[in-house]
Nanobody
Framework: QVQLVESGGGLVQPGGSLRLSCAASGSIFSINFMRWYRQAPGKERELVGVISSGGGTNYADSMKGRFTISRDNAKNTMYLQMNSLKPEDTAVYYC????????????????WGQGTLVAVSS
């Protein structure tokens, strides 16, 4: 079994910063793309951005410039650095990854974390 666990959420004032982590664990052979999503109260889940195994990134237009995704392949961990946070960034943040378990011949499992809450408020 493989799993993703997010951490680093919490309450932050507008203009502040937070760094979220997403750690993959279990019998992992390789991880391809990793993604951050968020879901605000009463809204649909939306993509924040994606990072490839080689470190290439792509972001939703509304996140560009304030959010940065990175990963440490040796630790099977992805990060989301969020700066200049706004109240509208309040959401549960989820990570998602394409993981090939040890022993799998081909293909990747789409794995989700349980989410971490980010609340931006004064």
């Amino acid at each position: 079994q493989v799993q993703l666990v997010e951490s680093g959420g919490g309450l932050v004032q507008p203009g502040g910063s937070l760094r979220l982590s997403c750690a993959a664990s279990g019998s992992i052979f390789s991880i391809n793309f990793m993604r951050w999503y968020r879901q605000a109260p009463g809204k649909e889940r939306e993509l924040v951005g994606v990072i490839s195994s080689g470190g290439g990134t792509n972001y939703a237009d509304s996140m560009k410039g304030r959010f940065t995704i990175s990963r440490d392949n040796a630790k099977n961990t992805m990060y989301l650095q969020m700066n200049s946070l706004k109240p509208e960034d309040t959401a549960v943040y989820y990570c998602n990854a394409d993981i090939r378990p040890v022993g799998a011949v081909a293909g990747y499992l789409g794995v989700w974390g349980q989410g971490t809450l980010v609340a931006v408020s004064s």
